[in-house]
């Protein structure tokens, strides 16, 4: 079974600080993506990657940023937190194969800033 | 643009009830569409898919036909369960290989004893 572990599920950092949000995939997919998720407003794109050390803006990219240094491991990077990004985050990678596109999520993170 | 539109919930339902969540799109070509699931407290499970008009995606007793002709991949289920409470999100994906996906808002579900 295709695993993406989010390491943290549980956060809670103050305003100004740095947060990385880390996910990882067991089943070599090139494609990975973070999403916020938040009532009322379904899920919105943050960024998403399609191969090491690249990366694409999603719809809300604003206070966020990614690093992909390896093909298993994507993280998402608030680089100064602010109280409007308390949000459960959810990661996902994709395979890709004669079927079409399958998305598996991880289990969210929930980030609160206070 | 592409969009997803579902029905807004919340949805509430008697166990045995019959469920519909009514789900339509616009997109160009021709997409795959899915339905995720999302239990409390975790993240989406594809709970079916389909990927050409006139398919029938099935699971766990849920059932979602692709009807290219009104644009619509309504999810039903004849007889819910308590297990069944839960937030449903319809999904395009136009197929590309950056898997740009388009959810709809999700349908809360709660279904009683």
């Known amino acids: 079974d295709v695993k993406v572990t989010q390491s943290s599920r549980y956060l809670v950092k103050r305003t100004g600080e740095k947060v990385f949000l880390e996910c990882v995939q067991d089943?070599?997919?090139?494609?990975m993506f973070w999403y916020r998720q938040d009532p009322g407003l379904g899920l919105r794109l943050i960024y998403f990657?399609?191969?090491?050390?690249?990366?694409e803006k999603g719809d809300i990219p604003e206070g966020y940023s990614v690093s992909r240094e390896k093909k298993e491991r994507f993280s998402l990077i608030l680089e100064s937190a602010s109280t409007n990004q308390t949000s459960m985050y959810l990661c996902?990678?994709?395979?890709?194969?004669?079927?079409?596109?399958?998305?598996?999520f991880g289990e969210g993170s929930w980030l609160t800033v206070v | 643009g592409d969009s997803v539109t579902q029905m807004e919930g919340p949805v509430t339902l008697s166990e045995e009830a019959c469920l519909t969540i009514?789900?339509?799109?616009?997109?160009?070509?021709?997409?795959?569409l899915f339905w995720y699931v999302q239990y409390p407290g975790e993240g989406l499970q594809l709970l079916l898919k389909?990927?050409?008009?006139?398919d029938k995606g099935s699971n766990k007793g849920f059932e979602a036909t692709y009807r290219k002709e009104t644009t619509s991949f309504h999810l039903e289920k004849g007889s819910v369960q308590v297990s069944d409470s839960a937030v449903y999100f319809c999904?395009?994906?136009?197929?590309?290989?950056?898997?740009?996906?388009?959810f709809g808002r999700g349908t809360q579900l709660t279904v009683w004893p």
């Open positions: 996902a990678s994709m395979r890709h194969d004669d079927s079409g596109n399958t998305i598996y």
């Open positions: 389909a990927t050409k008009a006139d």
């Open positions: 009514n789900c339509t799109y616009t997109a160009t070509g021709y997409p795959s």
């Open positions: 999904v395009v994906d136009r197929g590309s290989t950056l898997g740009r996906l388009y």
């Open positions: 990657s399609y191969d090491v050390k690249m990366k």
């Open positions: 089943m070599d997919h090139e494609n």
